[in-house]
């Protein structure tokens, strides 16, 4: 398979995800600048602008009618998917670091899972040796994959949270997505501003890359 990378991102990757369909990829950065992409060719599609700061996570509803995101700019913002036009703002008293989950991951490297009827803690495993800092499910909801500090991601059961296999690279991970149309995961990852000693998008590592499942 031909490995593509997405040139665009100056910043490090904090969190990738397919729509539904898994013909569009979006990323965002520690930059206000949101991309969308074909994932067939990694062709930029467009961007979505209006944040202020580094943009931490974002979702995509089910129909692609809508997408949100959240940003250290203390806010959440609701954007048209195929116009780009911003539609909401909900403004924060703290940094948005998740817009929604289902499962909880911890800088202990430590992952729960909670009952969606009570909230309660069901279940609680420890594979990763530092922060989680993504977690998104397949297509089908059968599995899972989760992105860590640990320069790995990892993808469990489900049902069982039973570990299925790791990915590894040689810089944190900030981002994981399981694409809903191919046997692939695809890894966001990126060093501190102040670990990079130039701006080139390879030597800084501010990238994505593709793993077959």
Known sequence: MRPILLQGPEHAITQIKYNRDGDLLFTVAKDPVVNVWYSVNGERLGTYNGHTGAVWCMDVDWDMRHVLFGSADNSCRLFDCETGKQLALLETNSAVRTCGFEFGGHENGELNQYSA?????????????????????????TMFITASKDCTAKLFDTTTLEHQKSFRTEIPVNSAALSPIYDQVVLGGGQEAMDVTTTSTRIGKFEARFFHI
């Open 117 to 141: 009827k009570s909230g309660e803690i069901v279940n609680t495993i420890k594979e990763h040796s530092k922060q989680i800092n993504d977690i998104q499910s397949s297509r089908n909801m």
